[in-house]
């Protein structure tokens, strides 16, 4: 009985910030420190010159990580790599990823960067765009128009629309 009890007050002495906190200042201070970790704030990382040293690092890691996997799954085969054990793949693979992050120019590593996004964000964009195109066309599949199908493409229609409209107006204020 005195768990029970234990248990029970423990467990309103983890409410009590929940009841005292603005559930909206809650929000926006998550809100604030997610944009904080998108922008590199966390970092301190304001020009391209420190973002392209992150990109260095995370760009080391990912050589590492690629290097030092092909070389354990090829020790235990027989293989060009066979002779290294795990210890040794480490050093090596570390030392790949240390010169391949010194020695890339800055100006590559920003246009690789700025050729993934742009192709991150087209997939992002042109997805739904292609998919609501694809079901306007396709829908139904028997070829059976009805009214409410009719309202329906209708309804993509202006949801199409909307998404190309609002995309023109946002590519117009960067230009």
């Known amino acids: ?3 029970k009890w234990m248990l029970f ?3 309103f002495l983890f409410l009590i910030p929940l009841v005292l906190a603005d559930a909206s200042s809650l929000m926006s201070g998550v809100w604030n420190k997610i944009l904080s970790i998108g922008r590199l704030d966390f ?3 304001s020009s391209g010159s420190m973002v392209a040293s992150f990109t260095r690092i995370l760009i080391g890691f990912l050589v590492f990580t690629i290097f030092y996997a092909v070389i354990i799954s090829m020790s235990g085969k027989k293989g060009a ?3 290294l054990n795990g210890p040794q793949a480490k050093v090596v693979a570390a030392i790949v990823a240390i010169i391949s992050a010194i020695f890339i120019p800055a100006d590559v590593l920003l246009a690789v960067g700025a050729g993934w996004a742009t192709a991150v ?3 992002l964009i042109g997805g739904p765009i292609v998919g609501l195109a694809l079901l ?3 829908f139904p599949a028997d070829g059976k128009e009805t009214r409410s199908t009719l309202f329906l493409k209708f309804i993509l229609c202006l949801l199409l629309f909307w998404i190309l409209s609002a995309m023109k107006y946002h590519v117009g204020r960067m230009a």
Do not use: D, P, R, V
């Open 1 to 3: 009985m005195k768990k």
């Open 9 to 11: 007050g423990l467990f």
């Open 43 to 45: 970092l301190g990382i």
């Open 81 to 83: 790599l066979s002779f």
């Open 121 to 123: 964000s087209l997939l």
């Open 136 to 138: 306007l066309w396709k």
